[in-house]
């Protein structure tokens, strides 16, 4: 049996590790905390953590890049991309208007992950600017917070699973900025991904380039340039060591193992630059 660590159940996390580990036979271990999901695996207690990386609106999760290059050493091991659908959530009967429908005035307070609601900033502007706004840890996390505070006016932005799961009610489905809203979640851990094949990969690095060298950074996008090796991503951090000095995060579209791309990390390693391979791996795109 396969073990994954993620996010709560009913969270977009639960969605997208089910869409990926369809048919296996997987026990799934729930925690509220990103940190815990991370732990799990570097720990041993599971073989794979669930780690949402970037979102189509909101971009990049930093504190998910973060905890994987500064907190824990494990390779990335699968990446795959899931469609986000975010949906207001509560007790319809409590928020019933007099000639039916939803009456959004009556709700008091709004309840989601920070990341969820900055996807469905346009409906709760134009619906919900009367009400509280409150960040908690999950998409599920919220549900399960409105649906133990019946007749308070709390409602909360999740997904449709975590509204069956909690007994509650789709108030107004599909409520983001955008249709195309998609998550990219890397799998994480020891463990190789044998699950299923694909015919494309990525390899992610993360480059420090060394102080005091003028053009180092042209310099190692040049090695990749002239060999035209694609990258899909390429995103500065902060060390943590000294204000002022950033690693390079990079996303390759080849596998490590081809041809060029050793002799481009080479290359790069010859200017002096610390280059840390963070996993070559297979890509996944969701097929509804």
Request: aromatic share 10%; glycine share 8%.
């Amino acid at each position: 049996m396969i073990s994954v660590a993620l996010l709560p159940e009913g969270s977009v996390s639960d969605e997208a590790a089910r869409y990926l580990f369809r048919g296996e036979d997987v026990h799934y271990s729930y925690h509220k905390l990103i940190s815990d999901v991370f732990l799990s695996t570097a720990g041993g207690e599971t073989d794979y953590c669930v780690i949402p990386i970037e979102n189509t609106i909101e971009g990049s999760v930093s504190l998910h890049l973060d905890w994987l290059v500064h907190e824990v050493d494990m390779p990335i091991q699968a990446e795959w991309i899931y469609p986000s659908i975010q949906n207001l959530i509560g007790r319809a009967g409590e928020f019933q208007g007099e000639e039916g429908g939803v009456d959004f005035g009556r709700i008091v307070k709004v309840i989601s992950h920070p990341v969820a609601m900055a996807q469905c900033l346009k409906f709760l502007r134009a619906n919900l600017a009367h009400a509280e706004w409150e960040h908690v840890s999950s998409t599920a996390e919220a549900v399960r917070i409105v649906s133990e505070n019946a007749g308070r006016g709390w409602a909360a932005i999740g997904t449709s699973i975590a509204a069956v799961n909690n007994g509650l009610d789709v108030l107004q489905s599909n409520v983001t900025d955008h249709n195309n809203n998609y998550t990219r979640f890397l799998l994480v851990g020891r463990k190789p991904f044998e699950v299923r094949m694909s015919d494309k990969f990525k390899t992610s690095i993360l480059v420090t380039l060394p102080e005091d060298y003028p053009g180092a950074l042209h310099q190692v996008l040049s090695a990749f340039a002239w060999r035209r090796i694609n990258l899909s991503r390429i995103e500065s951090r902060p060390t943590k060591k000294k204000l002022g000095n950033y690693y390079f995060y990079i996303e390759i579209e080849m596998p490590l193992d081809s041809v060029l791309l050793p002799a481009a990390i080479a290359e790069i390693e010859a200017t002096g630059s610390q280059v840390r391979i963070l996993g070559s791996y297979p890509t996944f795109t969701f097929e509804g």
